[in-house]
């Protein structure tokens, strides 16, 4: 098993008056980051663990941090469903994700506000993922009211691979991922082609996912500057939810589709530029982003003739970049780290639309839009190291959208404009070298859809509509502690308080959400790792949610809000080639209406690998949903109509089943 070191207590303290620093090696893949951490609840996930997990869809990548949970309820092609502590994140709403300086929600997504789709990342190009639950630290914004991540690209591949994998649907995928010296500089380049088909009995996903990277990087005494191409296309057919009753009836199977015709296609073309040396870090982007996406939730509820079929599409460029500058100074005895920073980002979206079709032919338009939005943001953040011991964290952060919306509705378009400022607080204590404490608090925020902050009348009913704040603000605090002991167990154990002014809830009919009451939810997470050996390693993560709007009502409960999130897994490296991992995942059941009378059963899947290596070449066997479980990935309850029902439709569990257990064996040539 590899060995990852990195240092505990003061790091920062490495020029100033507390230079008395401790390494520690850990056994795993897995760091915690004793005393380095700003919370209980972050750390980073190596390449090595990304590797060495067994996952049906690459997308999965987020299911690595404790406490989340990723499911899907349509195609491959589109962006997942993400949970953690008691979000029904929807497709990435209060979760911030970056890869390589760059965001990847998007803010008046077609689909969803702060929309995530990871499908244009090749695991194999990632280092680490870097990931904080809660907003505690002042570089967070937009989107991380629950936490962020961030994907780190490599600059050293450890190896240069050919990668093929082949398994059950016609799943093929295939990988190459090299690198060329050039003097003190690198060029790294990446490919990526995916197929498949699916279990599903009705249709063929036809998946034909196609990623690209090219990379440079130098390294000098002077700084680090790497520039990134990413190009990713892919189009799918989809499987999307069903509802219960159609199968009870014998109308479909649970593998079935109730409109055969859904499915899109989608495109990402981004170019990045990162710089950093001892006291600036600087980055800028560029993206080209495009989404058209056919859908149907409710088959004949508000059409009797044609069905419900919708069509959402989405083009923009995205632009943007961030400049921080990192410097110390000490105050008496106290050292104190500084990091001040600036950003900005711009969505130009060409194109935001929703359209009724049938069978992919365009029938009406329900709305189109251009709109323009820009974001800046300016921080400021102090570590305070008091002692060897004791470190504080301090900040501020100020956060400014302005948006432009031109629709095909005059009455809906406008300017709308908020600002937000944010404060942030940490303590972290070191009771020795291996047990730290942690308090937390701080206030984030997610961006609501700027359609909303400026619509007049409701595009279908024509009806007058209140329009929505554009920042909606949150506060969240957190008590934690992490033990360590540097050859056999890691222990992390948080409380947690999180309250949001105004919740964004699904609405099944309309494919998207909208805006709510403001909600409150705390929680306990634990997460514990054991190695027995160097070769054995065991791990062991829960999440314990209570969730409630904050409203005077028995209808209080959260739609989609999950108690209970929780995962183990077994990783033995059997000799010095052969390894083998095996992971469960568990997800409670959810809350699917506000009375609490409805609930999901919960989802329980256990997925297997095993591998073996030799110097230039490695053979693995994936096998997914070992015990072929029939659980649901998703589950909502809302009204939708089969053509023989009545014209107001049935209340009844709309849900995606997980896939059936699935074989893949996989085949790597190492240079």
């Known amino acids: 098993m590899k060995k990852l070191c990195f240092i505990a207590g003061c790091l920062s303290c490495s020029g100033g008056a507390f230079a008395n620093i401790e390494k520690i090696t850990v056994y795993g893949h897995r760091t915690g980051l004793i005393g380095e951490s700003i919370s209980a609840s972050s750390g980073i996930i190596g390449q090595g663990e990304i590797e060495n997990r067994p996952m049906l869809r690459s997308t999965e990548l987020l299911e690595l941090i404790p406490g989340m949970a990723v499911t899907q309820h349509s195609g491959s092609g589109k962006a997942n469903q993400y949970f953690i502590r008691g979000f029904n994140l929807d497709h990435g709403t209060d979760f911030s994700t970056n890869i390589d300086g760059m965001p990847i929600n998007m803010r008046s997504h077609g689909h969803g506000q702060g929309y995530t789709d990871l499908n244009f990342i090749i695991p194999e190009t990632i280092a680490t993922v870097s990931y904080q639950k809660g907003s505690y630290d002042a570089k967070q914004g937009d989107f991380s009211t629950a936490g962020s991540a961030y994907f780190h690209l490599t600059d050293n591949p450890k190896h240069q691979q050919l990668d093929f994998t082949i398994g059950e649907d016609n799943y093929l995928r295939a990988v190459a991922l090299g690198s060329i010296p050039l003097g003190n500089s690198k060029l790294i380049g990446a490919t990526e082609w995916q197929g498949y088909d699916g279990p599903w009995q009705d249709i063929k996903e036809s998946v034909n996912k196609k990623n690209a990277l090219l990379r440079f990087v130098n390294e000098s005494k002077h700084g680090n500057l790497s520039i990134s191409a990413m190009a990713y296309d892919n189009t799918w057919n989809s499987a999307d939810q069903i509802p219960q009753r159609a199968v009870d009836q ?60 919708f069509n959402q599409r989405d083009n923009r460029t995205v632009s943007g970049g961030a400049i921080s500058y990192q410097f110390s100074d000490v105050l008496g005895s106290i050292l104190l780290n500084h990091d001040v920073g600036v950003e900005l980002r711009n969505d130009n979206i060409d194109n935001v639309g929703l359209y009724n079709t049938q069978s992919r032919n365009y029938l009406s338009t329900v709305r189109e839009d251009r709109v323009d939005e820009t974001s800046y943001a300016a921080y400021w953040q102090t570590q305070l190291t008091m002692s060897p011991q004791l470190e504080a964290t301090v900040g501020v952060r100020y956060d400014y959208i302005d948006a432009s919306v031109n629709s095909d509705n005059h009455l809906n378009s406008g300017d709308a404009n908020d600002d937000l400022l944010g404060f942030k607080a940490s303590l972290t204590y070191l009771f020795n070298e291996n047990v730290a404490g942690y308090a937390n608090w701080g206030q984030s925020f997610h961006s609501n859809d700027a359609r909303g902050a400026t619509i007049q009348q409701d595009p279908v009913t024509l009806a007058a509509t209140d329009t929505v704040d554009l920042l909606v603000k949150s506060n969240g605090a957190e008590l934690g502690m992490r033990y360590f002991d540097e050859k056999h167990f890691n222990f992390s154990a948080a409380l947690w308080w999180l309250s949001l002014d105004s919740e964004l809830l699904f609405v099944g009919d309309a494919g ?160």
């Open 512 to 671: 998207n959400t909208e805006a709510s009451d403001a909600s409150t939810r705390y929680g306990l997470e634990l997460s514990a790792y054991y190695w027995l050996a160097e070769t054995l390693s065991l791990d062991a993560e829960a999440s314990f949610t209570h969730s409630r709007l904050d409203i005077d009502s028995q209808n209080d409960r959260i739609e989609g809000a999950v108690p209970v999130v929780a995962s183990a897994g077994v990783n033995w490296h059997i000799t010095e080639q052969w390894q083998t991992s095996l992971r469960l995942r568990h997800i409670g059941k959810r809350m699917l209406n506000d009375d609490g009378s409805q609930r999901s059963e919960p989802l329980t899947v256990v997925n297997g690998l095993v591998s073996y290596q030799h110097t230039h070449w490695k053979v693995g066997l994936e096998l997914l949903n070992l015990f072929d479980s029939s659980d649901h990935d998703i589950d909502y309850y809302y009204a939708s109509r089969l053509p023989t029902e009545p014209a107001e439709g049935v209340e009844d569990n709309h849900y995606h089943p997980i896939e059936p257990r699935t074989l893949r064996f996989n085949v790597s040539l190492l240079f």
């Open 250 to 309: 014998g109308i479909i199977s649970s593998l079935g589709s109730l409109d055969t015709t859904l499915g899109g296609s989608s495109s990402r073309y981004s170019l990045s530029a990162n710089w950093q040396n001892e006291h600036l870090t600087a980055n800028a982007y560029v993206i080209d982003y495009k989404l058209n996406l056919y859908s149907n939730f409710s088959y004949f509820l508000n059409d009797p003739v044609n069905g419900d079929q």
